[in-house]
């Protein structure tokens, strides 16, 4: 099992960078898949980026492509997702998330969660 514990949520205007971290605790951190999800109010979770163990592999949806960037540090036990030119719509409570298949991008393929931590972009 791994735990996760999200930070570096906050307020940015339009067009500002926030970086989020996820540190995580767990023997196995090192050998799980990584994501980051958000949920925005009256809306489902959805996918934003996923890393393999091994940080060969990135995969990110198609609203944050080429803006987000996910990176893992398997020594520090981290997982970062830097967020450049923000909209309001990023506006959500961002999630990170650990999987055990290699780079999955399904809410259902990942079995540790954190608690969240909310961004929010003010127009």
């Known amino acids: 099992q791994v735990q996760l514990a999200e930070s570096g949520g906050g307020l940015v205007q339009t067009g500002g960078s926030l970086r989020l971290s996820c540190a995580a605790s767990g023997r196995t951190f090192s050998t799980y898949a990584k994501g980051w999800f958000r949920q925005a109010p009256g809306k489902e979770r959805e996918f934003v980026a996923s890393?393999?163990?091994?940080?060969?592999?990135?995969i990110y949806a198609d609203s944050v492509k080429g803006r987000f960037t996910i990176s893992r540090d398997n020594d520090k036990n981290t997982v970062d997702l830097q967020m450049t030119n923000l909209k309001y719509e990023d506006t959500a409570v961002y999630y990170c998330?650990?999987?055990?298949?290699?780079?999955?991008?399904?809410?259902?393929?990942?079995?540790?969660w954190g608690q969240g931590t909310q961004v929010t972009v003010s127009s």
């Open positions: 890393i393999s163990w091994n940080a060969a592999s990135t």
């Open positions: 998330a650990a999987g055990s298949r290699y780079l999955p991008s399904v809410e259902a393929h990942f079995g540790s």
